[in-house]
């Protein structure tokens, strides 16, 4: 499976993005899909996930309420909603595949996208 996210940039505190991750598989329903994020000296930390059929999500609690993240799965693709953005949000994010789901600890995806950097200005 290969993924690629994009959508990241630069906004100030408050605003909004959203992030994108298209997934090459063929059996995109097959995976579990997660957003991860790793600020500068910081370990890779774990955003939101979302089952096969959409229909199940969870989220950190830091983004709980601000953050939604969706599929698309005709489109092969899993959204990121970000909302309030705060500068604590700046990192890079990154989507994973994974085929449990509930994971939250980044060892245990199987597939990563290469990063999308979201900065947030005070």
């Known amino acids: 499976v290969q993924l690629q996210a994009s959508g990241g940039g630069l906004v100030q505190a408050g605003g909004s993005l959203r992030l994108s991750c298209a997934a090459s598989?063929?059996?995109?329903?097959?995976?579990?899909m997660g957003w991860f994020r790793q600020a500068p000296g910081k370990e890779r930390e774990f955003v939101s996930v979302?089952?096969?059929?959409?229909?199940?999500?969870l989220y950190a609690d830091s983004v709980k309420g601000r953050f939604t993240i969706s599929r698309d799965n005709a489109e092969n693709t899993v959204y990121l909603q970000m909302n309030n953005l705060k500068p604590e949000d700046t990192a890079v994010y990154y989507c994973?595949?994974?085929?449990?789901?509930?994971?939250?600890?980044?060892?245990?995806?199987?597939?990563w996208g290469q990063g999308t950097l979201v900065t947030v200005s005070s």
């Open positions: 994973a595949a994974d085929i449990m789901y509930g994971n939250t600890l980044p060892h245990l995806y199987d597939y």
């Open positions: 598989a063929h059996t995109f329903t097959d995976y579990v």
């Open positions: 979302i089952s096969w059929s959409g229909n199940s999500t």
